[in-house]
C-alpha cells in the first residue's frame, strides 16, 4: 500500500512562531487532506488538497503532485494550535495516514 | 448541518464478550468508512461502504471483525469474542458522491468523535 511519512514527528513552538510540516507519499494519490486531532480526539478538516495550494487564515498548504509532497504551514502559531496533524492519502475507496506531526504551542 | 455522529462515546467490555459500534454517517453522504487508532498512531482502514455494499474489506484484521450497513445510513461495525489488542478508538467517516455524479464535491472524508473501546 501507499506509504505515508511526516516530519518532524515532534515540533515545540513558541507562541507566534511559524513552522512548516512536511507530507511525503509513496504513489500517485487523487486524494490528499490535512486534518488536525484535538486533544479531545476529534479530526479537524483543514484541507483537501490533492494539488495546488489554499489557504484558510493562518493555515495554508501546498501539494506537489508530480513530487509526491504536501507542505502545511501555521504562521503566528496560537496554543490552540496544539494536537496531532494528520496527513492522509488515496484514491477514492480508503486513506492512508501517516503518523502525524505532534504540535505543541508554548504561550 | 449535522456532522458524522458514532455511538456508544465509550465502551469497556471484557475479553471474549462481542461488542457492537454504530455509526451514522453526513446525510446524503454514500460512502462510509471505518478506520482504527492505536493509541499514539495513525489511523488504519477497516473497510469502506459506497451504499449498502462494501467493495473494499481488506483492512478488516481478522474474521471476528464485520460490519454492514443499512442502505445509505447507518453502519454497525461488530467485533466478536473480543481481545485486549483490540482496544482502539474506532472512528466513523462519510464522504460525498465523486465529482460528475450530483452534488459531489471530491472525496473530502469527514470524520465522527469515534468510540473509545477498551477491552479488559
Known amino acids: 500500500g501507499i506509504q505515508v511519512e511526516q516530519s518532524p514527528p515532534d515540533l515545540i513552538l513558541q507562541e507566534g512562531a511559524n513552522s512548516t510540516l512536511r507530507c511525503n507519499f509513496s504513489?500517485?494519490?487523487?486524494?490528499l487532506q490535512w486534518f488536525h486531532q484535538n486533544p479531545w480526539g476529534q479530526l479537524i478538516n483543514l484541507f483537501y488538497i490533492p494539488s495546488g495550494t489554499k489557504q484558510n487564515g493562518r493555515l495554508s498548504a501546498t501539494t506537489v503532485a508530480t513530487e509526491r509532497y504536501s507542505l502545511l504551514y501555521i504562521s503566528s502559531s496560537q496554543t490552540t494550535d496544539s494536537g496531532v496533524y494528520f496527513c492522509?492519502?488515496?484514491?477514492?475507496?480508503?486513506?492512508?495516514f501517516g503518523k502525524g506531526n505532534q504540535v505543541v504551542v508554548i504561550p | 448541518g449535522a456532522g458524522v455522529s458514532q455511538s456508544p462515546s465509550n465502551k469497556v467490555t471484557e475479553k471474549g464478550k462481542d461488542v457492537e459500534l454504530r455509526c451514522d454517517p453526513i446525510s446524503g453522504h454514500t460512502a462510509l468508512y471505518w478506520y482504527r487508532q492505536r493509541l499514539g498512531q495513525g489511523l488504519e482502514f477497516l473497510i469502506y461502504?459506497?451504499?449498502?455494499?462494501?467493495?473494499?474489506k481488506s483492512g478488516l484484521p481478522s474474521d471476528r471483525f464485520s460490519a454492514e450497513r443499512t442502505g445509505e445510513s447507518v453502519s454497525t461495525l461488530t467485533i466478536q469474542r473480543t481481545q485486549q489488542e483490540d482496544s482502539a478508538v474506532y472512528l466513523c467517516?462519510?464522504?460525498?458522491?465523486?465529482?460528475?455524479?450530483?452534488?459531489?464535491?471530491?472525496?473530502?472524508?469527514?470524520f465522527g468523535p469515534g468510540t473509545r473501546l477498551t477491552v479488559l
Open positions: 467517516a462519510s464522504s460525498s458522491p465523486p465529482p460528475g455524479l450530483a452534488g459531489g464535491r471530491g472525496d473530502t472524508q469527514y
Open positions: 492522509a492519502v488515496g484514491g477514492n475507496n480508503r486513506l492512508a
Open positions: 504513489d500517485s494519490v487523487n486524494n
Open positions: 461502504f459506497q451504499g449498502n455494499s462494501a467493495p473494499d
